[in-house]
């Protein structure tokens, strides 16, 4: 027989508390599974097995928004280890980040110690390191021809003053924002590839999802910014311009399916829009 608990046994059981229940209902995480004739909410212990689900993946480190796409029915277990696997690397990331602010106060310590110190020294020590960083993990990502044909691009696309406060949001831009970023934008590519391929209702509730996520993911990048959108916008029509073998990342998809998809995406992005 199912048993059920109101919220307050619930949150004790659990070991959270009760406003934390009533903000994961909200935000669409975990939901009640039924409600008492006086109004109470009733969770029971299927609940309780989401709920720990969720906490694992909190505790992981992962966003509300990417849990709640890793929960949703019918995704397939390989999206949990790839998330998981990138997690990692994002952390490890975030430790090598560490290490190189452990290195920049022994080198500051060193200069202290030899009476060399001053605040413009540390500023160098410390943007020296830093540039040594970027330029690093991004040949990770990037071979020498695609960060020549991204910055070819973006010359193309973005006003010297969008540069500019680009360079001004990006400034703490580490590598593990890029691995998060990359695993979002990923998960956005393959729902869309899929839900274009059924010809799924744009309207519906799940394309209304991803075009929710597409467009913040854009307001994120943008930062609202008019000039950055611009220029945004510009680089993806002249991206789409370019011959596929000069691309700094080729499709994975014919051209007809990447049409489709585009359409698909714009028709979905068209209605949520409206409904804002």
Same mark, same amino acid.
Request: charged letters at 25%; a negative charge.
């Given at each position: 027989m199912q048993r059920f608990y109101r919220s307050g046994q619930f949150a004790r059981?659990? =070991?959270?508390?009760?406003?934390?229940?009533?903000y994961y209902d909200q935000e669409g995480l975990l939901s009640p599974s039924q409600y008492s004739e006086a109004g109470y909410r009733l969770y029971t212990d299927d609940d309780l097995v989401n709920l720990q689900q969720i906490l694992a993946l909190k505790y992981l480190g992962l966003s509300l928004d990417e849990i709640k796409a890793l929960l949703r029915p019918g995704r397939n277990p390989r999206s949990l280890q790839e998330v998981l696997v990138q997690q990692k690397e994002m952390m490890q990331a975030k430790r090598a980040q560490l290490d190189g602010i452990i290195h920049a106060l022994d080198e500051t310590t060193k200069l202290l110690h030899d009476s060399q110190c001053d605040w413009d020294s540390l500023v160098r020590v410390i943007? =020296?390191?830093?540039m040594e960083q970027n330029k690093e993990w991004v040949k990770k990502y990037l071979t020498p021809e695609q960060q020549e044909q991204m910055k070819s691009l973006s010359e193309q696309s973005y006003s010297d003053e969008a540069h500019e406060r680009m360079a001004a949001r990006n400034i703490d831009w580490t590598e593990a924002d890029?691995?998060?970023?990359?695993?979002?934008?990923a998960s956005v590519y393959a729902d869309l590839a899929r839900l274009a391929a059924e010809n799924a209702d744009p309207a519906g509730?799940?394309?209304?999802?991803l075009a929710k996520r597409h467009?913040?993911?854009?307001?994120?990048?943008?930062?609202g910014d008019p000039q950055i959108s611009k220029g945004h916008n510009r680089w993806w029509k002249n991206h789409d311009a370019l011959p596929d073998a000069q691309k700094p990342f080729p499709s994975p998809y014919s051209q007809e399916e990447q049409k489709a998809q585009q359409a698909w995406m714009e028709r979905a992005l068209q209605i949520y829009r409206q409904r804002q």
């Open positions: 059981k659990a =070991a959270v508390s009760i406003r934390t229940l009533r943007q =020296a390191i830093q890029q691995e998060r970023a990359s695993g979002q934008w509730v799940e394309a209304q999802d467009s913040d993911l854009i307001a994120d990048f943008t930062g």
